[in-house]
């Protein structure tokens, strides 16, 4: 193989180009990128960065003296592959031909129909987003968070910490139970509420008024709530289109095996884009998590370098943390599925608790606010049941 | 030299935190060594203390970067600088820690509260 490219220039793009010349690929590397950033750090964009607290060189993800020896071409979007070609087509009309690819273009935020345009109206994925949201932060006010999920949920805390006096409007009858469960996802989110926050459940969004800037958003029971800054956090679509056609099986992201191979010989995807074969749960899923992206490519490099040749490892039980109102929440595993859960250490109405959720008695995910040591050997033994 | 613990107090394994200013681990090894390192993530206000010791390397419990015991050296991101390492030495069974005299490497929330701004 004498040139990679790697599509994508996030945590998961960089992970890969890490993990090639780890592991001695000396060839040509070439990683494309949309941003015209340097890879930087997402999740402190909701939480540290957006209160002001560390500044853009914090974000960082590559150290002072790191240097893959890649040609980066960034503030480049890919716009469509040729298998036949071997090369990423780019948006100004560029090429760039190669024998391997790492597809890591990641997702891009969800937005709501009609919301375009109108000013104070924010979504938050990347740098400048971020930068956005955080200078009409500052200025105060009214916020309306539409979407009571992490990303709504951290940036509702990180602006009831500014001041703001903030709403947060969930379309569903609680808060993070997709991920959590009812149970557990009513009892994180009544974080919201032991901080001043108020909580709408069960209530869709219609649409927002204003003329040029946003001033309400209204909700399907007729209410609307005032409003000076909206942020819409209604989860994230892969971004994929620019694969239609070029023969890369697609189905809610790039489909892949367990070892991150697409239905293209040649080709690898990871991040939060592909969508890899769960071998435990006999599907296959997109797990949109910072670790995910940092330890996934390692295995998906391992494929494109050998083709088949190395069995893959059991993949390690998705975990995912989130800091909202000072409390650390932290989850391991997959809910769905399980049969129960138990309170096994601490008291929810203290935030200070571990939970375990289990599926015919045995453990299948794990979640606890404050109690990172504990968290840490539940989320080792959960680990290692599973491998 | 500072004592931290009785080496019979602290079991293979597991780690001391000597809540010193910045705070210290100490680290007994599964293989009988003793260790000692700045106890705060050099990428967030964690306790490495909390973490998952295995070898000579410890996993931060929030974020998965792992730190060498012996040289404060991380494997990979989020942290991207080291931590301090310092000297330990064991007498009649007491752990002492000789705190290094280099600047620690805080993460920036931490740095900016122990400079005495805005916690």
Known sequence: ?387 | MIPACLLVDLPRGEAYRLDIDPPVSVFHTDDGEVFAIDDTCTHQDASLADGWLEGCEVECPLHASKFDLRTGAVDAPPAKRPVRTHEVLIEDGMIYVRPSTEAPDLPPCVASRLAGGPA
């Not at chain 1, 090639?20 to 494309?32: E, F, N, P, S």
């Not at chain 1, 797990?287 to 494109?304: F, N, S």
């Not at chain 1, 200070?352 to 606890?368: E, K, M, Q, T």
Request: one cysteine or more.
């Open chain 1, 1 to 387: 193989m004498r040139t990679v490219a790697v599509v994508g220039a996030s945590l998961a793009g960089l992970s890969a180009a890490r993990s090639l010349r780890k592991r001695g690929y000396d060839g040509r590397l070439v990683i494309i990128g949309d941003e015209p950033h340097r890879p930087y750090d997402r999740p402190p964009l909701s939480k540290e960065f957006l209160a002001g607290d560390i500044g853009e060189a914090d974000l960082a993800l590559e150290s002072d003296d790191e240097d893959l020896q890649a040609e980066w071409l960034l503030g480049a979007r890919a716009a469509g592959l040729d298998s036949a070609d071997r090369a990423v087509r780019l948006a100004d009309g560029r090429e760039v031909r190669a024998d391997g690819f790492v597809i890591a273009t990641g997702a891009a935020a969800r937005t709501l129909p009609g919301t375009d345009g109108l000013a104070g109206v924010h979504r938050l994925r990347t740098l400048d987003d971020a930068r956005a949201l955080r200078d009409e932060l500052a200025l105060g006010g009214r916020l309306v968070v539409i979407g009571g999920g992490f990303i709504g949920a951290e940036v509702a805390s990180t602006a009831c910490a500014l001041g703001l006096d903030v709403t947060v409007v969930e379309a569903a009858p609680t808060p993070l139970a997709g991920p959590l469960g009812e149970t557990m996802g009513g009892i994180v989110s009544a974080l919201h509420a032991d901080h001043g926050v108020r909580l709408l459940c069960g209530v869709g969004v219609k649409g927002l008024s204003g003329e040029s800037r946003v001033d309400a958003v209204l909700l399907e029971d007729g209410r609307s709530i005032p409003a000076d800054t909206v942020v819409v956090g209604v989860g994230a679509r892969p971004c994929v289109e620019w694969l239609e056609g070029s023969g890369v099986a697609l189905d809610n992201g790039v489909k892949c095996g367990a070892d991150g191979r697409t239905s293209l010989a040649g080709v690898v995807a990871v991040g939060d884009c592909a969508s890899w074969y769960d071998p435990h749960a006999g599907i296959h899923r997109r797990v949109e998590h910072w670790t995910g992206a940092r330890e996934r490519p390692d295995v998906a490099v391992a494929t494109l370098l050998s083709w088949g040749a190395v069995e893959p490892g059991v993949p390690r039980p998705p975990y995912f943390w989130s800091d909202q109102y000072g409390v650390k929440i932290q989850f391991a595993g997959h809910s769905a599925g399980a049969d129960s859960v138990t309170v096994e250490e601490g008291v929810p109405g203290d935030r200070s608790f571990l939970a375990v959720y289990r599926r015919a008695g045995h453990p299948v995910a794990v979640l606890a606010m404050n109690q990172p040591r504990l968290f840490m050997r539940w989320r080792k033994q959960l680990t290692a049941a599973t491998s």
